[in-house]
């Protein structure tokens, strides 16, 4: 196996003049290996369902001309609100041939997240799951450029401008011919977790896919090895799920897992072992929790070759265990949903170490820089920079050309995230230089959460942080002022969590509520969050020495 001074110094990329996510992803298989599983999903006791390549690749080809029929084109922006099922891969791929743009989104997300991030995308069609319709129904007039909807496992007869996903792959004849789309080509719209501001959308070209292949390959050690079978629980509306995961995977002809149920440490295991996974990515939050579960009998049963994490960092006493329970070192990478995958580990290559990330991912040239805009020296904290260009890089921020200019000085990328290099060229995490919150994996903007809060009638004021949590990372706190004539109490602490998880979801809503007397604001009017960040860890420092 190659060390990673012989991968880097090898590597040279070389990007096709045409290339598609769903041709990419389905369509060479389908031709070479038609019989080929690509897809399982696990239904716990029940036999797995599979799907093969033969029927993915004919199955998007049949929704892409029933969605052109409908008047979706080159450009349009679809979004696709559904959990891990055939349904979303079928939708992805879809959308793609026709050279349209898919904008993924969580299954979790409340109203005002979700209809946000439908009306800045400017959405020309949704396809949707029936337990998502009420969520959908709340925004619904809201949305001006919608104007089509495709119901997963919906009613019989949903109505003018709504369609039925079955029906739609079922027509006879529903063919046509793959957009002829180049590398970058716009084809994704993620949307980061937002900081101060609102959540934006990060659009990346197809080559983004291209661009998490030697990631993908490195950190799960030489990706694909003959039986390698591949999980996570990370949703595929997330960069974290769909780029590290599903779509590579795709591309390479590795069988994907998948469950529809929740996480549960005690599931995971008997999952893993019953459907033979041999590679997983598992934030860190999942595998302290599996840590937690003890001694679980499945773990005899496991045949586990590599597992990756990321979303946040690995405490060296979860990659300890590791080692020790399941005989595994996790690979630890890094990335941002604008720029991912460019920071990684693999032990079998020669690069892991508790506590680091790792080293730049081959292909991507990542540098430290100090508030000058040059390379720190090994020791100094600095700010994680990639080299421009860069395949996995996005494109820009959805008609948003000040925020995106905004993110890059010269050449480089500027992450936001400090870090600390050692003489080895190990990078190990410190912290965002911005408010962004680490909880189970997810990353999460505090102003949207903010704004959430002050929608509540009771509510003057708030500040959100992220409160240090041993399994979660952190946890979204909320100091809170109230309205004159509002009076404190657990009641309605309980109450204003519930108004900002029903309207949000569930992972961004605030944990713990502290109401207070007044807000710390700059002299321009902006809160002071350092303040309370700083308060949130001397009590949870307090409670860890308890």
Not at 304 to 317: D, V
Not at 391 to 420: E, I, R
Request: hydrophobic fraction near 45%; proline fraction near 7%; charge should be negative.
């Amino acid at each position: 196996m190659q060390n990673y001074q012989t991968l880097t110094a090898d590597f040279a990329w070389n990007l096709p003049a045409r290339y598609n996510i769903a041709a990419a992803c389905a369509d060479g298989w389908a031709r070479s290996e038609p019989d080929r599983i690509c897809l399982v999903e696990d239904r716990g006791e029940a036999p797995a369902r599979t799907l093969d390549y033969g029927g993915l690749a004919d199955s998007s080809r049949r929704l892409a001309a029933a969605m052109a029929a409908k008047g979706v084109g080159r450009g349009d922006r679809v979004a696709i609100v559904l959990p891990q099922s055939f349904q979303t891969v079928i939708a992805h791929l879809a959308v793609y041939r026709l050279g349209a743009i898919a904008v993924p989104l969580a299954m979790r997300f409340g109203p005002e997240a979700l209809g946000f991030r439908l009306k800045a995308a400017g959405a020309k069609m949704a396809v949707l799951h029936r337990e998502g319709l009420e969520t959908f129904g709340a925004v619904r007039d809201s949305l001006p450029a919608l104007e089509s909807v495709v119901v997963v496992e919906g009613e019989d007869d949903p109505g003018a401008g709504w369609f039925d996903f079955e029906k739609l792959i079922a027509e006879p004849g529903g063919t046509l011919e793959d957009a002829a789309t180049v590398p970058d080509d716009p084809a994704l719209i993620i949307f980061t977790s937002g900081t101060t501001g609102p959540p934006k959308g990060a659009l990346h070209g197809h080559r983004v896919v291209l661009g998490h292949l030697p990631g993908i390959r490195f950190h799960h050690e030489d990706y694909p090895r003959p039986g390698d079978r591949i999980w996570t629980p990370s949703d595929w509306a997330w960069a974290g799920g769909l780029l590290n995961v599903l779509l590579p995977s795709l591309q390479l002809g590795v069988p994907v897992v998948f469950s529809a149920e929740r996480f549960r440490a005690e599931e995971a295991y008997r999952l893993m072992a019953r459907q033979g996974v041999r590679n997983a990515f598992l934030p860190a939050t999942a595998l302290r929790m599996l840590a937690a579960a003890g001694d679980e009998p499945a773990v005899k049963d496991l045949v586990l070759r590599t597992i990756a994490s990321a979303g946040e960092s690995l405490p060296a006493a979860t990659y300890e265990w590791a080692r020790r329970a399941l005989a595994i070192t996790v690979n630890e990478f890094y990335g941002q949903t604008e720029c991912n995958m460019v920071l990684g580990s693999a032990a079998a290559h020669g690069v892991s170490r508790a506590g680091a990330i790792g080293k730049p991912v081959p292909g991507h040239r990542v540098a430290l820089l100090g508030e000058d805009g040059r390379e720190v020296p090994a020791g100094t904290p600095g700010t994680i920079a990639v080299r421009a260009p860069d395949p996995v890089m996005f494109l820009n921020y959805w008609q948003d050309p000040a925020a995106t200019a905004a993110k890059f000085s010269g050449d480089w990328l500027m992450t936001g995230d400090q870090a600390v290099m050692d003489a080895d060229g190990y990078v190990a995490f410190l912290g965002r230089d911005d408010d962004i919150i680490t909880s189970a994996g997810y990353r999460i903007g505090p102003g949207e959460v903010e704004n959430c809060l002050l929608a509540h009638e009771a509510v003057k004021l708030a500040a959100v942080v992220g409160k240090p949590d041993p399994l979660r990372t952190e946890i979204v706190k909320a100091y809170v002022v109230l309205r004159d004539g509002q009076p404190a109490s657990p009641a309605l602490a309980d109450e204003i969590q519930a108004f900002v998880r029903t309207r949000l979801s569930a992972h961004e809503y605030p944990r713990e509520i502290a109401f207070v007397d007044e807000m710390p604001l700059t002299t321009s009017g902006k809160i002071v969050r350092r303040m309370f960040r700083e308060r949130a860890r001397a009590e949870a420092a307090e409670r860890s020495e308890r």
